[in-house]
């Protein structure tokens, strides 16, 4: 089918924008669109010979849903998946699926298969386009359709899931493949680096081919995790990405807490551009932002996923064969509480548990933060810290003193564990400030500073302080490039990959000790 000229798309995207605005101002909660979503979900689904063992019936109620559907993982769906990528039809989703995509890493840092439907496909690219419009409502016009799209994702190459056993099934990175499988317009008016650039495989060399490609580039829009485009922004040589591509006026990041990064990429981005953030997964296009930041991101209730939420205290007190029943639809969040997200998706999956933490700003229009991840929470002494705690508290404690963060983490440190149990310790935060900063903190410095701010804003935190269950934290500052060093050598460098912030255990902890050489302590 022949393309037709950008001007006719810029057209129609203004007009779209136009309907997404009006959409916004007359939205309710999002359960009528949720109860819809699972509704036309459940005869595709009753139609696999995986979900129809279990159940699922075309006209099943919600009610009936959630008894006879335990939570689902990557792992308890494996077997199916991999029936899916022998060649089998309509185990998780009706006929054969050929693609498969990478997830970022579980909790348990290994990375699993999704099968990728062209309705999980069609699905990305409605919520995607959604997310933009998103930001052309705020913008007040449709300009950003006028230039071009810089995706600094992952790797668009794609490979046998088995080389040793063929079967015509590939996997590699969601962002990839939908590269691969844009429509016609998109892939020649919107799309950078082009296909052959994002096929580069190594994060250094496709950072350099980008560059080179987008140099005399019209940009209007770049995309991905904010680390990376500040590594693209600083590889740029310039100084702000505006002064370099006057047009650009909008920069969509997630997957991470923009949290310490938000003064760099401000900076580098330069006046005018305006900072949009998406939540994302590799499973579902879940929210976008569609008013100021602070407010939480817009739920997507009307892009063909159906959302449910656990209570996070429900989820750590018991197992995920019953627990499942305590999760609610949208219809029943509060304000305030930390839940497990749970999607039913047009890709397959089924009451299936991302590990993220979401908290509710507001439930009409249904507004969410994601706090961080189920297996991630710091915990150890029940003090309740998730990785948005951490982050705040450490970009409140460096923007007051001026000082830049480059990355950290924080592990559990126990320094006493009686027989009944009973654990006191600390927290080790290993950090690495930006060569830049002005006046650089001692460890002592920043600890102090660290321990009096989650004192004031986590209540669970200054309870576990004032009864010595958890004593002072302590401090460990890196060396420049430590923490760049760790992703490298861990294959977790550029892509979707990110940094562990928090963990429950000390294994990178441990990782950094014997690299950085610290003395026993």
């Known amino acids: 089918m022949p393309v037709r000229p950008k001007f006719f798309h810029v057209l129609g995207l203004g007009l779209h924008t136009a309907g997404v605005e009006w959409r916004l101002r007359r939205r309710g909660g999002g359960t009528a669109e949720q109860t819809a979503a699972l509704a036309a979900l459940l005869p595709r689904l009753a139609a696999t010979s995986h979900w129809r063992s279990l159940g699922v019936e075309a006209r099943l109620g919600y009610p009936a849903f959630q008894a006879r559907i335990p939570l689902q993982t990557h792992a308890s769906i494996a077997p199916a998946v991999a029936r899916m990528v022998a060649g089998e039809a309509g185990v998780l989703w009706p006929g054969v699926c050929r693609l498969f995509a990478r997830t970022a890493g579980v909790a348990d840092g290994t990375r699993r298969l999704v099968p990728v439907t062209e309705e999980l496909l069609t699905h990305f690219q409605t919520a995607g386009l959604r997310a933009v419009l998103h930001h052309a409502v705020a913008a007040r016009n449709a300009g950003v359709f006028r230039g071009r799209h810089l995706l600094l994702g992952g790797t668009a190459a794609v490979e046998p899931v088995d080389a040793a056993r063929p079967t015509g099934a590939v996997s590699g990175d969601l962002s990839g493949i939908a590269a691969l499988s844009l429509p016609g317009w998109a892939a020649r008016h919107l799309h950078e680096p082009g296909l052959a650039t994002a096929a580069i495989t190594d994060p250094d060399q496709r950072l350099a081919a980008v560059l080179s490609r987008v140099a005399g580039t019209d940009l209007s829009l770049i995309a991905g995790l904010p680390g990376e485009i500040i590594a693209f922004a600083r590889a740029a040589a310039a100084d702000s990405l505006s002064a370099r591509w006057p047009n650009l006026e909008c920069i969509v990041h997630g997957g991470e807490a923009l949290g310490f990064h938000v003064d760099a990429l401000r900076e580098l981005a330069g006046p005018g551009v305006r900072l949009h953030e998406v939540y994302a997964a590799t499973e579902a296009f879940i929210a976008a932002q569609d008013g100021e930041a602070s407010r939480g991101l817009g739920l997507l209730t009307d892009q063909g996923v159906f959302f449910e939420f656990l209570p996070l205290e429900e989820l750590e007190a018991g197992s995920l064969e019953t627990t499942g029943r305590r999760a609610v639809p949208l219809a029943g969040v509060k304000v305030g509480v930390d839940y497990a997200l749970i999607v039913t998706t047009p890709g397959g999956l089924v009451r299936h548990l991302l590990e993220d933490v979401v908290r509710f700003t507001s439930v009409t229009p249904a507004r ?69 900063t002005m006046a650089t903190p001692t460890g002592p410095q920043l600890a102090t500073e660290l321990d009096a701010k989650l004192s004031v804003t986590h209540a669970p935190y200054a309870d576990r302080r004032a009864r010595g269950i958890l004593e002072a934290p302590v401090v460990r500052l890196v060396m420049p490039g430590v923490f760049e060093h760790w992703r490298r050598f861990h294959g977790r460098w550029g892509g979707q990959n990110k940094m562990t912030r928090c963990a429950r255990d000390r294994v990178i902890a441990d990782e950094f000790d014997a690299m950085t050489r610290f003395a026993p302590h």
Do not use: N
């Open 368 to 436: 969410l933060l994601v706090v961080g991840r189920t297996g991630r929470r710091l915990d150890v002494f029940r003090e309740k810290l998730d990785e948005r705690d951490l982050t705040a508290a450490l970009t409140a404690v460096c923007r007051r003193q001026g000082w830049r963060i480059v990355d950290f983490h924080v592990a559990p440190q126990i320094t006493v564990e009686t027989l009944v149990g009973e654990r006191r310790g600390r927290h080790e935060w290993w950090i690495e400030l930006s060569p830049g």
